[in-house]
Nanobody, 114 residues
């Protein structure tokens, strides 16, 4: 099983980034997907999730700015991040979940400068 996250980088506050997570080794359509982030010295937190049916959830901190989507044909989950803030700086991880099993990607660093 491999989850390959990409798309991170350095962006100015107010800018946008699109993260991708390419999934292989599992049946993508059977797994709920999510993006988490972990800032230095802080706990990992959920920033977006999407069910197999396409229902999405966001915490208040990113709702209206971040959008999660999934492409079954490409076995890829995306995170579109707009209106980025310095407090969005973190390593972003994707996760696949089905039943009691979960799989994590390696993370991609997002740095938002003020």
């Amino acid at each position: 099983v491999q989850l390959q996250a990409s798309g991170g980088g350095l962006v100015q506050a107010g800018g946008s980034l699109r993260l991708s997570c390419a999934v292989s080794g599992i049946v993508f359509g059977n797994h709920a997907m999510a993006w988490y982030r972990q800032a230095p010295g802080k706990q990992r937190e959920l920033v977006a999730s999407i069910t197999t049916g396409g229902s999405t959830r966001y915490p208040d901190s990113v709702r209206g700015r971040f959008t999660i989507s999934r492409d079954k044909a490409e076995n890829t989950v995306y995170l579109q991040m707009n209106s980025l803030k310095p407090e969005d700086t973190a390593v972003y991880y994707c996760k696949a979940t089905r039943g009691g099993f979960e799989y994590w990607g390696q993370g991609t660093l997002v740095t938002v400068s003020s």
